[in-house]
């Protein structure tokens, strides 16, 4: 049988520091097309939104000269910071792009230097929303135009200002090493980072970013994105939930192939391979039809790139960030190796002595174990899920003092490991905890330089 291949739609990943507008970015994107039955557009997904490239287009206007190969946009809907990390797939990023959004009158703050240093880790291209530019003093709004528009109609001061602000911008991604410009001065997009100024309440520039994101998508991936349109299909489980009525759900982002109800599904739990069958694909209702009981729109099939939940028993164990992969046509075993490996497959390169860390996600530790990589710090033991009282005794027994440390990001401390820590004997055992690597990694080098002295 021919396999057939498409090009899927690039995923983006909207990140950056709580409060500086990534949800009222996505939901001005979608706007008022949500509505709309027109073909092509805008649809909701389970935990994405997906923006055709003719939608796309249209909200360019003029902007939109250049010629378009990626079928559009599926941006990544979920809250927190940390989807970007969740979403892995074959051992990386699943997030082929990212958004990163700046309160352009704030400036960065310490997600959006977490969000620059995952992006730079991964060597995912990106650009950055220079958001609440209508918050400038004086800025006269010019609903939904490009920036080139809304910047002339500006008087001059204004037009300083903002011009100051960008500035402000380059300066700060200099110091961590990101060459950036404008993006209206930017000609070529594999040296310099764009900036584009936006609103996400007033929909200024929002062309401009969505044009820009599809010039990164065809500059940079096409080859990426060749998916098969009906081969089994591959995801990556985004939220587990339990919905009423439908018992444990998973949210899906599908990157390959098609899944169908009745599908024989592979997913990993915390310390199993969970092996089971779909019951049910549900897709968010339509807003028109939002009256109407159920949530949920039951479909027989879905094909990549798309959002979906999934119903299914034995869904309790499994984990944010698992593979979900189909099993069809007698691969089981390689199908459950696969995933086996996915989850085991951690980047991080293990040492005989050195830190011990912990995370709530496989991809949130390789983000930190990248990070500790990059400042010559070695790691022991890399595993998900709370920090023990083992870990503890383990961090104990290290020869080099430097190194009994357990370094726990996102993920809470056992009560019995905080009684063990607290034993005499443990004393020379320290634990950072926190919900921001590089936080947590200047809290361990600072405890390190004391420890030298
Ligand atoms: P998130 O935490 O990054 O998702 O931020 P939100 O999208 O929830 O936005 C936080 C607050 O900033 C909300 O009150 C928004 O209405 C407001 N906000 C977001 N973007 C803009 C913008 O471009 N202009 C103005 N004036 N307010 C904005
Ligand atoms: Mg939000």
Same mark, same amino acid.
């Given at each position: 049988?021919?396999?057939?291949?498409?090009?899927?739609?690039?995923?983006?990943?909207?990140?950056?520091?709580?409060?500086?507008?990534?949800?009222?970015?996505?939901?001005?994107?979608?706007?008022?097309?949500?509505?709309?039955?027109?073909?092509?557009?805008?649809?909701?997904?389970?935990?994405?939104?997906?923006?055709?490239?003719?939608?796309?287009?249209?909200?360019?206007?003029?902007?939109?000269?250049?010629?378009?190969?990626?079928?559009?946009?599926?941006?990544?809907?979920?809250?927190?910071?940390?989807?970007?990390?969740?979403?892995?797939?074959?051992?990386?990023?699943?997030?082929?792009?990212?958004?990163?959004?700046?309160?352009?009158?704030?400036?960065?703050?310490?997600?959006?230097?977490?969000?620059?240093?995952?992006?730079?880790?991964?060597?995912?291209?990106?650009?950055?929303?220079?958001?609440?530019?209508?918050?400038?003093?004086?800025?006269?709004?010019?609903?939904?135009?490009?920036?080139?528009?809304?910047?002339?109609?500006?008087?001059?001061?204004?037009?300083?200002?903002?011009?100051?602000?960008?500035?402000?911008?380059?300066?700060?991604?200099?110091?961590?090493?990101?060459?950036?410009?404008?993006?209206?001065?930017?000609?070529?997009?594999?040296?310099?980072?764009?900036?584009?100024?936006?609103?996400?309440?007033?929909?200024?520039?929002?062309?401009?970013?969505?044009?820009?994101?599809?010039?990164?998508?065809?500059?940079?991936?096409?080859?990426?994105?060749?998916?098969?349109?009906?081969?089994?299909?591959?995801?990556?489980?985004?939220?587990?939930?339990?919905?009423?009525?439908?018992?444990?759900?998973?949210?899906?982002?599908?990157?390959?192939?098609?899944?169908?109800?009745?599908?024989?599904?592979?997913?990993?739990?915390?310390?199993?391979?969970?092996?089971?069958?779909?019951?049910?694909?549900?897709?968010?209702?339509?807003?028109?039809?939002?009256?109407?009981?159920?949530?949920?729109?039951?479909?027989?099939?879905?094909?990549?790139?798309?959002?979906?939940?999934?119903?299914?028993?034995?869904?309790?164990?499994?984990?944010?960030?698992?593979?979900?992969?189909?099993?069809?046509?007698?691969?089981?075993?390689?199908?459950?190796?696969?995933?086996?490996? =996915?989850?085991?497959? /951690? @980047? !991080?390169?293990?040492?005989?002595? $050195?830190?011990?860390? *912990?995370? %709530?996600? +496989?991809? #949130?530790?390789?983000?930190?174990?990248?990070?500790? =990589?990059?400042?010559? /710090? @070695? !790691?022991?033991?890399?595993?998900? $899920?709370?920090?023990? *009282?083992? %870990?503890? +005794?383990? #961090?104990?027994?290290?020869?080099?003092?430097?190194?009994?440390?357990?370094?726990?990001?996102?993920?809470?401390?056992?009560?019995?490991?905080?009684?063990?820590?607290?034993?005499?004997?443990?004393?020379?055992?320290?634990?950072?905890?926190?919900?921001?690597?590089?936080?947590?990694?200047?809290?361990?080098?600072?405890?390190?330089?004391?420890?030298?002295?």
């Amino acid at each position: 049988m021919a396999k057939q291949s498409t090009i899927r739609t690039p995923i983006v990943c909207v990140m950056g520091h709580v409060d500086h507008g990534k949800t009222s970015l996505l939901d001005r994107i979608r706007g008022s097309s949500v509505v709309s039955t027109e073909e092509g557009a805008i649809t909701q997904h389970i935990g994405a939104t997906l923006v055709p490239i003719d939608a796309i287009t249209r909200m360019g206007g003029a902007l939109s000269k250049v010629s378009v190969n990626v079928p559009g946009l599926l941006f990544i809907d979920t809250p927190g910071h940390h989807a970007f990390t969740t979403l892995r797939a074959r051992g990386g990023a699943l997030a082929d792009m990212a958004i990163v959004v700046v309160d352009i009158n704030e400036g960065f703050r310490p997600q959006t230097i977490e969000a620059l240093q995952i992006l730079r880790n991964y060597k995912t291209p990106f650009v950055i929303a220079a958001n609440k530019i209508d918050r400038i003093h004086g800025w006269r709004v010019q609903e939904s135009q490009p920036f080139g528009k809304t910047f002339a109609q500006q008087n001059e001061r204004v037009q300083g200002m903002l011009e100051t602000k960008v500035y402000e911008l380059v300066g700060k991604l200099s110091d961590l090493g990101f060459n950036s410009e404008r993006f209206d001065r930017v000609s070529d997009f594999a040296r310099n980072i764009c900036i584009v100024p936006t609103s996400a309440l007033t929909g200024e520039g929002l062309p401009d970013i969505l044009m820009v994101l599809i010039g990164l998508a065809q500059r940079y991936m096409t080859e990426n994105l060749k998916v098969s349109t009906d081969g089994p299909g591959a995801g990556t489980v985004l939220e587990v939930k339990e919905e009423r009525g439908l018992g444990m759900t998973l949210d899906v982002i599908l990157y390959d192939g098609i899944l169908k109800v009745g599908d024989e599904i592979v997913v990993a739990g915390n310390d199993q391979i969970i092996e089971t069958k779909v019951r049910s694909l549900l897709k968010p209702r339509p807003m028109k039809e939002i009256l109407i009981e159920e949530r949920f729109e039951r479909v027989k099939s879905v094909t990549a790139a798309a959002g979906i939940k999934v119903a299914a028993p034995k869904l309790d164990a499994v984990i944010a960030g698992s593979p979900l992969q189909v099993i069809r046509g007698g691969n089981r075993d390689e199908v459950i190796e696969r995933v086996r490996h =996915e989850v085991q497959d /951690i @980047q !991080v390169n293990l040492s005989d002595i $050195g830190v011990i860390i *912990r995370a %709530d996600t +496989i991809g #949130a530790l390789e983000a930190l174990s990248k990070e500790l =990589e990059g400042h010559q /710090i @070695q !790691v022991m033991r890399a595993t998900v $899920g709370p920090v023990t *009282r083992h %870990d503890v +005794i383990e #961090a104990g027994t290290i020869k080099d003092p430097l190194y009994s440390a357990i370094v726990a990001f996102n993920t809470p401390v056992l009560p019995d490991a905080v009684d063990t820590l607290a034993d005499v004997a443990m004393s020379h055992v320290s634990i950072f905890e926190g919900g921001v690597i590089y936080q947590l990694l200047d809290d361990y080098i600072e405890w390190r330089e004391e420890k030298k002295q």
